[in-house]
């Protein structure tokens, strides 16, 4: 059985930093897309960064230059450096496993999905 489990997240002031990170168990991903993506009250689900088995990443352009997406295949993790965080980085932000290709921005493109971790940033 598959499974996605996410840590860290919580509450930060404008400016500052976070991390979240997350594990993955029931099989080999070593040649997966590990990405993160993060959903707002009221809001769809939005790309924010993705990394390859080859450790090519992709971020979306309200992160790029604060946030650093990072992977330990031998561990089957993903980790999530948020920094200069604003306000509207807030966020469930969820972890997400697969083989999207091209589509590295697309939710439907990813197979597994972790239950989601908070982040709040206060202005």
């Known amino acids: 059985q598959v499974q996605l489990e996410e840590s860290g997240g919580g509450w930060v002031q404008a400016g500052g930093s976070l991390s979240v990170s997350c594990v993955a168990s029931?099989?080999?991903?070593?040649?997966?897309?590990m990405g993160w993506f993060r959903q707002a009250p009221g809001k769809e689900r939005e790309f924010v960064a993705a990394?390859?088995?080859?450790?090519?990443?992709y971020y979306s352009d309200s992160v790029k230059g604060r946030f650093i997406i990072s992977r330990d295949n031998a561990l089957n993790t993903v980790s999530l450096q948020m920094n200069s965080l604003k306000p509207e980085d807030a966020a469930v932000y969820y972890c997400?496993?697969?083989?999207?290709?091209?589509?590295?921005?697309?939710?439907?493109?990813?197979?597994?999905w972790g239950q989601g971790t908070q982040v709040t940033v206060s202005s």
């Open positions: 997400a496993v697969g083989w999207p290709g091209l589509l590295r921005k697309l939710p439907a493109a990813y197979n597994y």
């Open positions: 029931g099989r080999t991903f070593r040649d997966s897309t």
């Open positions: 990394i390859t088995y080859t450790y090519s990443a």
